[in-house]
């Protein structure tokens, strides 16, 4: 069956001329006539049998109908283009994944890392997007997600990547200025919004006394937690997986000991098994596996 959609034409003069709430405007920027975007607006109208702007003498104006209507076609227009600039931006010969991955664990682990897989497969694209929560996987539009082990993947196929242990950091200079023999309950201590709790258990398991274990700046990523440690403003309760170059370079101390009750665990998420998955997933898959167990050349 034929499907009822207007002309790309009319479509895009609509856009134009709801946008700028000018036909003449529209005309300019389409280098159209005016009397074209009014022609192909006036087609539009008929095709959908109802009023989109009301016009006032030499003046237009959207309808409640257009109103709403142009935003609907604003958002179909720019993932149109969208998803077209990224079929352009396709290697001739190549593929490309898409993976949905945890914020802080993509810019601190994950891209890092990169290029040995780019090296290993210079054909195969990797596309990273933020995704805080679990989703369904399958339609989603993404090959894979690397997230916590969570009850939500359930019938997915999970891989477990790395355990997360949060250490306390700060930096050398709050040490140093507080003195070697102050205790971690007078310093200065960073939350994060997601683990309010986890001062209070980290605490309990390392024998530490904590006045008011909520007290405190709270930020909203891990990422966030570092750049706040690294800038003095306190003690951050962060994965000391995000952190080994800080460490090493002695821009961030742990002078405490591990958090090791509180922990979670990665993993890699996909729809189906590895050795069923298209090639460039399935060399993906292999790869990060290897890195996280530390078996990458």
Same mark, same amino acid.
């Given at each position: 069956?034929?499907?009822?959609i207007?002309?790309?034409?009319a479509?895009?003069?609509f856009?134009a001329a ?6 003449a405007r ?14 192909q607006?006036?087609r539009l109208?008929?095709?959908?049998g ?7 003498g030499?003046?237009?104006?959207l309808?409640?109908n257009?109103?709403r /209507? ?5 958002? $179909? ?8 600039? /990224?079929?352009m931006?396709?290697?001739v010969?190549?593929?490309s994944i ?12 994950? $891209?890092p ?17 933020e ?9 989603s539009?993404?090959d894979?997600?690397i997230?916590?082990?969570?009850p ?16 306390p950091? +700060?930096?050398?200079a ?12 007078e310093l200065?201590?960073l939350h ?9 258990? /980290? ?7 904590l006045?008011n ?5 709270? /930020?909203d990523?891990?990422s ?7 800038a003095?403003?306190?003690v ?6 995000y $952190?080994?170059?800080?460490l ?10 591990d958090?090791?009750a509180?922990?979670?665990?990665? +993993? ?9 998955s298209e ?7 292999k ?7 530390g078996l990458?050349?």
């Open positions: 069956m034929r499907r009822k207007p002309s790309n034409s479509l895009l003069a856009e709801a946008r700028h709430g000018s036909f529209a005309a300019d920027e389409l280098a159209l006539t005016e009397g074209a975007v009014s022609r607006i006036g109208e008929a095709f959908l109802v009023a989109l702007f009301e016009r006032v030499n003046r237009v104006r309808v409640p257009g109103t /209507y142009s935003a609907q076609v604003r958002e $179909i227009l720019n993932r149109l283009e969208r998803d077209s600039l /990224y079929l931006g396709q290697p010969e190549g593929a898409e993976i949905a991955a945890l914020p802080t664990f993509a810019t601190r682990w994950l $891209i890392r990169l290029k040995r897989f780019q090296i290993k497969h210079p054909n195969v694209t990797v596309h990273i997007a995704r805080m929560d679990p989703f369904i996987l399958p339609g539009g993404f894979a997600a997230h916590f082990e969570h939500a993947w359930a019938g997915m196929h999970q891989h477990r990547l790395l355990e997360e242990v949060l250490v950091v +700060c930096s050398p709050l040490f140093a200025d507080a003195g070697a023999n102050i205790s971690l309950d200065p201590r994060r919004l997601q683990n309010p709790n986890a001062w209070q258990l /980290y605490a309990q398991e390392a024998g530490i006394v006045s274990s909520a007290v405190g700046a709270r /930020y990523l891990h966030m937690l570092i750049e706040a440690a690294l003095g403003l306190g951050a309760l962060v994965p000391r997986l $952190i080994g170059a800080e090493e370079q002695g821009r961030l101390i742990a002078p405490w000991p958090g090791k509180i922990t979670k665990k990665f +993993c890699l998420v996909l729809s189906d098994p590895i050795e069923l090639a460039p997933l399935q060399a993906f898959a790869w990060i596996l290897d890195e996280a167990r990458a050349p």
